[in-house]
């Protein structure tokens, strides 16, 4: 079963304005962490936001915020003012805590969003 | 925020000869860092952990003796791909993981385009 679901495979959004792209995540550990990574066509990831599970409240940076729906299990990122430069593939990626006979972090990204700004 | 390289950024080959990608974390210590693929238009899909100074732990499905591993030092993973075919051409991805962050951030490479001819 896929852990990580992004159901937008292409979004667009006016310039200026917000939009929402969608995550949810599926975990039976209640210890884990969500992040958003913005990869423009070079093929960087760039990391944009984080959430821990045990966070009270949503996570914040700039323009970007998380909204995080822990019940529903659902981490969407919210980008304000679009710009142009925001147009990429962004990826929802969910950290479990590490597992006893593995020494790497349980770190899965979902299928990515390809968002668009139009000017 | 941390820095994480990758040598080469592209690399065109021919079938059957083997192709060194280097991945640096040039102002932390890494003991941990992972290798991912990608394919147009796909996500990224681990491929292995490579852990400082013992065997990398690869993902299933992917050949340990295709993809070779050497995390030599606690700044820089070399991964091999060993007689390349096309369809090894890929995108690859590697990241370091950070202790110094709040969070065990990965910090990412900017990633290397593989094309086998």
């Known amino acids: 079963a896929q852990k990580i679901t992004q159901t937008q495979p292409g979004m667009f959004v006016q310039e200026k304005e917000a939009v929402t792209l969608d995550c949810t995540y599926d975990?039976?550990?209640?210890?884990?962490?969500l992040f958003w990574y913005k990869q423009p066509s070079s093929g960087e990831m760039i990391f944009l936001i984080y959430?821990?599970?045990?966070?009270?409240q949503n996570a914040t940076e700039g323009r970007y915020s998380l909204n995080f729906q822990k019940a529903r299990k659902s981490a969407n990122l919210v980008i304000s003012a679009s710009q142009l430069g925001d147009s990429a593939m962004y990826f929802c990626?969910?950290?479990?805590?590490?597992?006893?006979?593995?020494?790497?972090?349980?770190?899965?990204f979902g299928p990515g969003t390809r968002l668009s700004v139009l000017p | 925020g941390a820095v994480v390289s990758q040598h080469p950024s592209r690399v065109i080959c021919k079938s059957g000869t083997s192709v060194k990608i280097e991945c640096r974390s040039l102002?932390?210590?890494?003991?941990?860092m992972f290798w991912y693929r990608q394919f147009p238009k796909q996500s990224l899909m681990l491929m292995a952990t490579?852990?400082?100074?013992?065997?990398?732990?690869?993902e299933q499905g992917v050949e340990k003796d295709k993809f070779l591993i050497n995390h030599a030092s606690l700044t820089l993973s070399t991964l091999t791909v060993t007689s390349a075919h096309p369809e090894d051409s890929s995108f690859y991805i590697c990241?370091?993981?950070?202790?110094?962050?709040?969070?065990?951030?990965?910090?990412f490479g900017p990633g290397t385009r593989l094309t086998v001819l």
């Open positions: 959430q821990g599970s045990y966070d009270q």
């Open positions: 102002d932390f210590q890494a003991t941990t």
């Open positions: 990241s370091a993981l950070g202790l110094a962050g709040i969070h065990n951030e990965q910090f």
């Open positions: 975990t039976s550990d209640p210890s884990y962490g």
């Open positions: 490579s852990n400082e100074g013992s065997k990398a732990t690869y």
């Open positions: 990626a969910m950290r479990e805590p590490q597992d006893r006979d593995n020494y790497g972090q349980n770190f899965v």
